[in-house]
């Protein structure tokens, strides 16, 4: 594909307008549009980035080759068919869908036409993420905390849906095992939605994991630890370090030396990773790194954590 790849957003607010304003300074990219039911807010980010606006998503279809669909997660089955079903390929913002049911159709429908379908976990561009599963080879138990403050957006469905299906999916990356357990504990805080979550996964292999999310936490916590035979890794996201401490022998002595370590992270912009790489994948028709099938593992593992919370509060 020597021209432009002709794209299009339809969702830009507060994350919808990032992906417009990243496509119309990609090289090789025509940002032919954005959509949103806000006419206002459609024109305003029209304007930004120097293309037209939409108040219907589905006035860009026969328009452009492929989408970023950045709506509400009740929303994304309803807005993403009619792409799908016209081969657009697409990039959709994590969960995969509020339901498991709507995730499976959205996946068999981009499958049906040969589209491309990326699932946004932005987590794994982050260059944290990357570093640490370069380093990770057979983890043993990994323990995860992703907590901060309130923000009335993204209400429309849990924490557990919001915040650590981000975890859920990182985790899932580097177990190479299916989960034989799930147990977990929430509760509703500040909406009608569970505002704060714990689960622990275990994993055919023996591997464990525990995973707690709050988004009503006073201080910002974002951090995954992994234990691994003879050796510890700790992720910080906030910081971008990797610390790690491992045994070294000490020649005629009875035990061996624990040595820590820090490892510095170069950092990058998450987002433009995440949409270079779908661009990429359009362009060559590569397996996206997290696509329909991966996103909809994650949304399954996070509605049973949520079944299971559920349960308990009933």
Not at 115 to 127: D, K, M, S, T, Y
Not at 207 to 223: F, G, H, L, P, Y
Not at 246 to 255: H, K, N
């Amino acid at each position: 594909m020597s021209e432009k790849l002709r794209v299009g957003v339809v969702g830009v607010g507060y994350l919808g307008r990032f992906h417009a304003l990243i496509y119309s300074r990609m090289e090789g990219v025509e940002l032919v549009g954005v959509a949103d039911r806000n006419l206002e807010q459609s024109c305003k980010v029209a304007d930004e980035c120097g293309c037209k606006a939409f108040v219907d998503g589905r006035d860009l279809l026969g328009g452009i080759d492929a989408v970023s669909i950045v709506v509400p997660t009740s929303l994304h089955l309803q807005v993403a068919r009619p792409f799908l079903e016209a081969g657009v390929h697409m990039l959709l913002e994590k969960p995969i869908a509020s339901s498991v049911e709507d995730g499976g159709e959205i996946v068999r429908l981009a499958e049906q036409a040969g589209a491309v379908l990326q699932i946004g976990h932005l987590e794994r561009f982050n260059a944290g993420v990357m570093a640490l599963a370069g380093r990770i080879e057979r983890p043993r138990f990994i323990e995860a905390h992703r907590m901060g403050g309130f923000v009335a957006r993204a209400t429309d469905v849990d924490v557990v849906s919001d915040l650590m299906i981000h975890d859920i999916d990182i985790i899932l990356s580097l177990v190479n095992a299916e989960i034989s357990s799930i147990s977990a504990v929430g509760t509703p805080v500040l909406t009608r939605h569970v505002d704060i979550a714990n689960a622990r996964l275990e994993f055919t292999n023996g591997t464990v994991a525990n995973v707690i999310a709050s988004r009503v936490s006073e201080r910002q916590t974002r951090r995954i630890r992994v234990f691994e035979e003879n050796r510890y890794e700790s992720l910080d996201f906030v910081k971008q370090r990797i610390e790690t401490a491992y045994p070294r022998p000490r020649p005629g002595e009875e035990w061996p030396e624990v040595v820590s370590e820090v490892l510095e992270v170069e950092p990058v912009k998450p987002l433009d990773a995440e949409l270079a790489a779908f661009v990429a994948c359009v362009r060559g028709g590569a397996r996206p790194l997290v696509d329909g099938r991966v996103g909809l593992e994650a949304l399954d593992v996070a509605m049973k954590v949520k079944a299971e919370i559920l349960e308990r509060l009933a």
